[in-house]
């Protein structure tokens, strides 16, 4: 079992991918929904698509972000699950795409857009 929640090591978590300085936008709303979409999906599991109380809560706390922080709660899914399950939320909870995602860095397309 992971000892430290992952909403406490989300913020490193997406430096490490995205760069140090990658949430400087962040204003006093983005920092707490983005840690709490972080527990929900923690929550969820990979049991998503079974529990729509959750997708919903999920899709608010996103929502609660300015929509070009945003991009960051799609990307800490992958902290919680695995890659493919951002996308795969993200349609599930009916929100629109992003701009401007970016790669992780260890994300398995980083690999493709290195080489």
Same mark, same amino acid.
């Given at each position: 079992m992971k000892?430290?929640?992952?909403?406490?090591?989300?913020?490193?978590?997406?430096?490490e991918?995205?760069?140090?300085?990658?949430? #400087?936008?962040?204003?006093?709303?983005?920092?707490?929904?983005?840690?709490?979409a972080v527990h929900i999906v923690a929550l969820m599991g990979y049991e998503y698509p079974r529990h729509p109380e959750?997708?919903? #809560?999920?899709? #608010?706390?996103?929502?609660?972000?300015?929509?070009?922080?945003?991009r960051f709660a799609f990307h800490a899914t992958?902290?919680?699950?695995?890659?493919?399950?951002?996308?795969?939320?993200?349609?599930l909870a009916g929100l629109p795409f992003p701009e401007?995602?970016?790669v992780c860095a260890y994300e398995p397309r980083a690999r493709a857009v290195i080489a």
């Open positions: 000892t430290k929640p992952y909403a406490a090591s989300v913020f490193t978590w997406l430096g991918n995205l760069g140090k300085r990658c949430m #400087a936008g962040f204003c006093s709303n983005d920092g707490p929904a983005l840690q709490a959750l997708v919903a #809560a999920w899709k #608010a706390c996103v929502e609660m972000m300015q929509p070009d922080m945003q992958a902290h919680v699950l695995d890659w493919n399950d951002r996308a795969k939320l993200w349609d401007g995602l970016g």
